[in-house]
């Protein structure tokens, strides 16, 4: 069957192989493992900033920035954010091997074409968001983080500036908003099992991964469509100084009604997602 294909069929194939090779590197793998570790931790750090925020026994911004301010603060913190930026740099590159892969079923038809556009748009925003947290990782590393939530007022009040901007800001607010939906509906349908491998793990495994993601992507998902609709308010008032990014988020629910125990939901929710990114780093996804 393989000798009646067409030149340009066999093309395709050889392509895929190589991007399947240039995603499944053992090396590379490796590496990728130290970043979902690091993607693990930097939640479970969240967590924590967001469980003090609760019951008022931290300062700390309860974002990704004050989870990399926390880890650089501890006796050898810097180094293993080095560590830790490899790892992301990794998984980034690991994303943008996808890609490639992607790419070259672009020439299928149908809902094959469809699943590839799809996984190119997933896979580059994912190594858009690794990425963002290497550099992240490495301004902290370095002795030059600062909080995110003043960085980005400054940016979101640069927009609003542009002809238009509010209109930019809204789109940001509107993406925010639905790919937190979007991380709900993982929950509920259980999709998100489709980014691990776990043929290999044993039945208590499965059921202990399968809860955390229940509960790990709703919490990322709520706390993603705050920072939406904080971003949708700063468009509205035209005041950036709304858009507080995630620590905002966490300050927002803190001060909704019983918000020291939703917030503490939120908080164990996001926790429980970073233990599923290392049950993922065991498990890695191959495809």
Same mark, same amino acid.
């Given at each position: 069957m393989e000798a009646r294909t067409s030149e340009g069929t066999h093309v395709t194939t050889s392509g895929t192989a *190589?991007?399947?090779?240039?995603?499944?590197?053992?090396?590379?793998?490796?590496?990728?493992?130290?970043?979902?570790?690091?993607?693990?931790?930097?939640?479970?750090?969240?967590?924590?900033?967001a469980l003090q925020l609760a019951w008022g026994g931290g300062g700390g911004?309860?974002?990704?920035?004050?989870?990399?301010?926390?880890?650089a603060a501890q006796p050898f913190g810097k180094a293993l954010l080095w560590v830790l930026a490899v790892g992301l740099v990794a998984l980034a590159v690991w994303q943008l091997a996808e890609v490639l892969r992607y790419r070259t079923r672009l020439g299928a038809s149908g809902d094959a074409k469809k699943k590839a556009v799809t996984g190119i748009v997933k896979a580059v925003a994912k190594a858009v968001v690794y990425a963002v947290?290497?550099?992240?990782?490495?301004?902290?590393?370095?002795?030059?983080?600062?909080?995110?939530?003043?960085?980005?007022?400054?940016?979101?009040?640069?927009?609003?500036g542009w002809p238009g901007g509010r209109v930019l800001v809204g789109i940001a607010a509107l993406v925010l908003i639905g790919v937190g939906a979007y991380h709900v509906r993982k929950a509920v349908r259980s999709s998100f099992l489709k980014e691990i491998d776990i043929a290999q793990a044993s039945a208590g495994e499965r059921r202990v991964i399968e809860r955390l993601?229940?509960?790990?992507?709703?919490?990322?998902?709520?706390?993603?469509?705050?920072?939406?609709?904080?971003?949708?308010?700063?468009? /509205?008032?035209?005041?950036?100084?709304?858009?507080?990014?995630?620590?905002?988020?966490? *300050?927002?629910?803190?001060?909704?009604?019983?918000g020291?125990?939703?917030?503490?939901?939120?908080?164990?929710? /996001?926790?429980?997602?970073?233990?599923?990114?290392?049950?993922?780093?065991?498990?890695?996804?191959?495809?």
């Open positions: *190589r991007a399947d090779r240039a995603g499944g590197g053992d090396a590379l793998e490796h590496l990728a493992r130290i970043g979902l570790v690091a993607y693990g931790l930097v939640h479970l750090l969240v967590a924590w900033l911004s309860a974002d990704q920035s004050g989870a990399m301010g926390t880890l947290l290497a550099v992240t990782a490495v301004r902290f590393a370095s002795g030059g983080g600062t909080s995110s939530s003043g960085q980005q007022q400054q940016t979101v009040g640069g927009v609003l993601g229940q509960v790990g992507y709703p919490a990322k998902g709520v706390a993603l469509a705050v920072v939406g609709g904080l971003f949708g308010w700063a468009a /509205i008032t035209f005041d950036p100084a709304k858009a507080s990014g995630l620590d905002g988020a966490m *300050r927002t629910i803190l001060d909704a009604p019983a020291r125990w939703l917030l503490t939901l939120v908080a164990l929710g /996001i926790a429980a997602f970073g233990v599923f990114c290392f049950f993922r780093a065991r498990y890695p996804q191959r495809t």
